[in-house]
């Protein structure tokens, strides 16, 4: 877990010409650009980490008082064979988790959390844009306007479990928000209650792992994912390979000795993980699996349009 709010410092050698248009391209939404700049870094790994870093923060002021938000993401990883919280059950935890995030996180901390756990297959389709819509919602006196985009296919095993996020924002008023010390005894206590809130009525409580910034957030619970998923259904291959499409993502391919899912694909994403997090999610899988020489075929399905609304607590 993160706790130290400047982990990811501007990159050295970075110019002040390109760290204003670096940041000015992702506060405008140009994608293009934002990888363009990205690129012409001497350090690709301290540009991403850049990259993951300010994707997720946003500075404002309210009535001439500066506030600074950021996006944290909680990972929630079902049962094996069960499926992660609807949102019935999401409307019937919401209080019993926002108590406990707000015991967890102390006092004066500001949160914002969105209604219901998000799949990765959802959280792997997002571009910088959609993380960037959950921080403005949650800027006081912006209207929430609906939220759209397209979902990827993540067909796994049946007995498999599944990945999700609960998304919040953390908001500060004399800086960025700062994760609470590490305590085993308080962390403990917070995924025994929010496992407790989130749990099916017929099947076992999912694990739940504490709330961190997005970058580490999302590679964690990718990280804890796959070891649960091996234990379930063992991997028995997996691929790697760039989209040379897009900058931003890598395509991870599994194999499964199971006739009904015997491959599936998911992504990762540069902006939310960065080069480090690629290489840590690939280094479980090293530990896991052999890496197979032959691509594999995966069929594509067809990208699910999706709208939300960003309803919050």
Same mark, same amino acid.
């Given at each position: 877990?993160?706790?130290?709010?400047?982990?990811?410092?501007?990159?050295?050698?970075?110019?002040?010409?390109?760290?204003?248009?670096?940041?000015?391209?992702?506060?405008?939404?140009?994608?293009?650009?934002?990888?363009?700049?990205?690129?012409?870094?001497?350090?690709?790994?301290?540009?991403?980490?850049?990259?993951?870093?300010?994707?997720?923060?946003?500075?404002?002021?309210?009535?001439?008082?500066?506030?600074?938000?950021?996006?944290?993401?909680?990972?929630?990883?079902?049962?094996?064979? +069960? +499926?992660?919280?609807?949102?019935?059950?999401?409307?019937?935890?919401?209080?019993?988790?926002?108590?406990?995030?707000?015991?967890?996180?102390?006092?004066?901390?500001?949160?914002?959390?969105?209604?219901?756990?998000?799949?990765?297959?959802?959280?792997?389709?997002?571009?910088?844009? *959609?993380?960037?819509?959950?921080?403005?919602?949650?800027?006081?006196?912006?209207?929430?306007?609906?939220?759209?985009?397209?979902?990827?296919?993540?067909?796994?095993?049946?007995?498999?479990?599944?990945?999700?996020?609960?998304?919040?924002?953390?908001?500060?008023?004399?800086?960025?928000?700062?994760?609470?010390?590490?305590?085993?005894?308080?962390?403990?206590?917070?995924?025994?209650?929010?496992?407790?809130?989130?749990? &099916?009525?017929?099947?076992?409580?999912? =694990?739940?792992?504490?709330?961190?910034?997005? &970058?580490?957030?999302?590679?964690?619970?990718?990280?804890?994912?796959?070891? +649960?998923?091996?234990?379930?259904?063992?991997?028995?291959?997996? =691929?790697?390979?760039?989209?040379?499409?897009?900058?931003?993502?890598?395509?991870?391919?599994?194999?499964?000795?199971?006739? %009904?899912?015997? *491959?599936?694909?998911?992504?990762?994403?540069?902006?939310?993980?960065?080069?480090?997090?690629? %290489?840590?999610?690939?280094?479980?899988?090293?530990?896991?699996?052999?890496?197979?020489? *032959?691509?594999?075929?995966?069929?594509?399905?067809?990208?699910?349009?999706?709208?939300?609304?960003?309803?919050?607590?």
């Amino acid at each position: 877990m993160s706790s130290d709010t400047n982990i990811n410092p501007a990159p050295a050698a970075a110019s002040g010409q390109w760290l204003t248009a670096f940041d000015a391209a992702i506060e405008r939404g140009d994608d293009k650009q934002m990888w363009h700049l990205l690129g012409q870094h001497h350090d690709q790994e301290a540009a991403h980490d850049w990259l993951t870093t300010q994707v997720a923060r946003l500075s404002y002021a309210v009535s001439d008082r500066a506030r600074f938000s950021e996006l944290f993401l909680l990972p929630v990883i079902s049962a094996p064979g +069960s +499926s992660l919280p609807e949102d019935a059950l999401w409307r019937e935890a919401d209080y019993c988790v926002g108590e406990a995030l707000d015991t967890w996180l102390g006092k004066g901390a500001r949160k914002t959390v969105f209604s219901g756990v998000r799949p990765y297959a959802w959280i792997g389709a997002w571009r910088p844009a *959609v993380l960037r819509c959950h921080l403005n919602s949650a800027v006081p006196g912006r209207a929430a306007a609906p939220l759209s985009f397209l979902t990827e296919t993540l067909d796994l095993p049946e007995d498999a479990p599944v990945l999700g996020f609960v998304c919040m924002v953390l908001t500060g008023q004399l800086g960025w928000p700062q994760l609470p010390p590490a305590s085993t005894a308080r962390d403990d206590r917070f995924k025994l209650v929010t496992a407790g809130a989130l749990q &099916q009525r017929r099947g076992d409580a999912p =694990t739940i792992l504490t709330p961190d910034r997005l &970058q580490y957030a999302v590679a964690d619970g990718l990280g804890r994912w796959l070891m +649960s998923l091996h234990e379930a259904k063992p991997i028995t291959g997996w =691929t790697v390979a760039p989209m040379a499409a897009s900058p931003d993502v890598v395509k991870v391919t599994l194999a499964f000795d199971d006739d %009904s899912v015997p *491959v599936t694909q998911f992504t990762l994403r540069k902006h939310q993980i960065g080069l480090n997090g690629v %290489s840590d999610v690939l280094s479980i899988l090293t530990h896991l699996a052999p890496m197979l020489d *032959v691509p594999m075929d995966v069929p594509q399905g067809t990208p699910q349009h999706k709208t939300i609304d960003l309803t919050s607590r």
